[in-house]
Nanobody
Framework: QVQLVESGGGLVQAGGSLRLSCAAS????????MGWYRQAPGKQRELVAG???????NYADSAKGRFTISRDNVKNTVYLQMNSLKPEDTAVYYC??????????WGQGTQVTVSS
């Protein structure tokens, strides 16, 4: 079972930046497409960005031009650099496999709160 531990969230003003990290256990990390998801209060979890094992990235329209996903397969870590943050980015952010998540591996997530 893969364990995922997210960190790096916090409270930031609109227009600010945060860098999220997700550390994964297990050697299978490097072979999988990984992604960052988020869930805002009262809303369904949504995929924000994904990155292949080779580093090709895709983004939701809401993240394009502002967020950058990256990974370090040696450190088994995936990152999400978030710039120009907006209040609507407020959510709990999680990492997991894309497109089929590891159902038993959802971590605690990391809270991102953007004030206006």
């Amino acid at each position: 079972q893969v364990q995922l531990v997210e960190s790096g969230g916090g409270l930031v003003q609109a227009g600010g930046s945060l860098r999220l990290s997700c550390a994964a256990s297990g050697s299978i990390f490097s072979r999988n497409v990984m992604g960052w998801y988020r869930q805002a209060p009262g809303k369904q979890r949504e995929l924000v960005a994904g990155i292949s094992s080779g580093g090709s990235a895709n983004y939701a329209d809401s993240a394009k031009g502002r967020f950058t996903i990256s990974r370090d397969n040696v450190k088994n870590t995936v990152y999400l650099q978030m710039n120009s943050l907006k209040p609507e980015d407020t959510a709990v952010y999680y990492c997991n496999r894309v497109p089929t998540s590891w159902a038993n591996s959802w971590g605690q997530g990391t809270q991102v709160t953007v004030s206006s």
